[in-house]
């Protein structure tokens, strides 16, 4: 189905108000890395923000084009609208329709992008967006912190960040700077990123996300296997042999270095040893568990925005989130709220893996993304994450561009 206002034009055109509304677009996303983490400059990025939705709103108006209402807008509309329902049933209200808000202004987000994302040219620009934001906030981090700064927090187990950015939310913009490096290398030739992998990858380390540090090599497999043809999974072997040694080594340098005595108490959690993992991981661990007992009660409906929050609290007198996006889709709105938010993501993997195997390069990316996205839920509250929404924009608007290219080819 696709809603228009009017007789669609043929052509791409990029008039005024579409001009400015990719402007505010492109620095809106580059802003998100390092203005919204401060209260004082996030009024800044909400400007922006409001400057891209009301020149996509006129450019959409006045240009004509269409609006496609698929599979991703509905489902996402209808997770929105349940989340709001859901408020009805909670038992505190604390930041609950704070929670809905949030999630309203996060649909809105999806909107502009889809609005934003006439053709490949107009999605390959949201791309360079997201990449030069974090080429930015990444070169940002060193001048501010220095390079010795750096590595002396490194080797006396201090992290960087929260000057700047969340610590966990840096080493996961990290990992998408580094996904996109290797896929910018490994799949379009492109030699002058090789620099931003060191970078990425040194203020990572500086981060000390040992979840993000995981999710590189995740990443760096997945687009090797995407990249190998029929007969050449040796190459593939051959990588997975070097992340097993690699994490061999993690293991032995544990005792000198606080970053991989981190990582290494993330195997310890696989193994039979949990006294020496972290109070951290026992804690989250913990909190899975409790969050499922909390879904098993009430499956279907869930118990409303927040409420994991307000029963944790009970139990522990602590109130904090999950740190499981899983768990907190799960207790907050039960397997209706859960089909709706992840049937989006199935639903581009269902049609972005198809077009891999049509030699359609960006959807290696796409797919690399959506994978790392899902392993990163497990240990990150993403609900309420810009970036989650914004991705969703794109996967729905590359899909539907592509769809719309083979209809015509035939």
């Known amino acids: ?35 919204s983490y401060s209260v004082s400059l996030n009024i800044v990025c909400y400007t922006f923000f409001l400057g891209a939705l009301g020149c996509s709103l006129i450019n959409f108006l006045i240009e004509r084009r269409s609006f496609r209402l698929d599979f991703t807008f509905f489902a996402l509309v209808l997770f929105v609208g349940y989340a709001a329902l859901t408020t009805f049933w909670v038992k505190c209200d604390t930041e609950v329709m704070g929670t809905v808000i949030t999630l309203v202004q996060l649909l809105g987000f999806y909107i502009i992008i889809r609005l934003n994302i006439q053709d490949e040219k107009d999605f390959k620009n949201i791309i ?12 940002y981090t060193v001048i501010f912190y220095g390079p010795g700064e750096i590595l002396r927090r490194i080797s006396v187990g ?45 203020v990572l380390l500086g981060a000390g ?14 687009i090797s296997m995407f990249k190998a043809k029929r007969g050449r999974w040796l ?44 109070n951290s991981l026992i804690t989250r661990s913990a ?53 709706l938010y992840y049937g ?31 392993v990163n839920d497990i240990g990150g509250n993403m609900l309420t994450h810009k970036f989650i929404y914004m991705f969703f924009g794109i996967y729905a608007s590359y899909i539907n561009i592509k769809l719309d290219e083979e209809k015509e080819s035939l």
């Open 344 to 374: 989006i993501y199935a639903y581009a993997v269902n049609k972005l893996i198809p077009m891999i195997k049509r030699h359609r390069r960006y959807s290696i990316l796409l797919v690399t993304f959506i994978l790392v996205f899902l």
């Open 128 to 139: 360079l967006a997201i990449y030069f934001g974090a080429v930015i906030m990444c070169i």
């Open 235 to 278: 190459r593939v072997l051959v990588i997975l042999s070097i992340l097993v040694f690699a994490a061999y080594m993690v293991m032995e340098l544990s005792e000198t270095s606080y970053f991989f005595f981190r990582i290494s108490q993330m195997f310890n959690m696989l193994s039979e040893d949990a006294s020496v993992t972290d």
């Open 1 to 35: 189905m696709t809603l228009k206002t009017g007789l669609e034009k043929s052509e791409h055109s990029y008039g005024f108000f579409k001009l400015m509304s990719m402007t505010f677009l492109f620095i809106y996303i580059c802003s998100l890395y390092i203005l």
């Open 209 to 222: 996300s040992r979840k993000s540090f995981l999710l590189v090599a995740f990443a760096w497999l997945l």
């Open 287 to 339: 909190m899975i568990k409790y969050g499922l007992e909390l879904f098993g009660k009430k499956p279907l409906q869930g118990y409303g925005p927040m409420q994991f929050e307000y029963y944790y609290s009970l139990l522990t007198g602590i109130r904090r989130p999950p740190h499981c996006t899983y768990i907190q889709v799960l207790v907050s709105f039960g397997l209706i709220g859960f089909t």
């Open 158 to 202: 201090e992290r960087i960040g929260d000057e700047i950015n969340q610590m966990n939310g840096m080493g996961l913009y990290c990992t998408l700077l580094f996904i996109m490096t290797m896929y910018f290398l490994m799949i379009e030739k492109i030699i002058w990123v090789i620099p931003v992998l060191p970078l990425s990858l040194f």
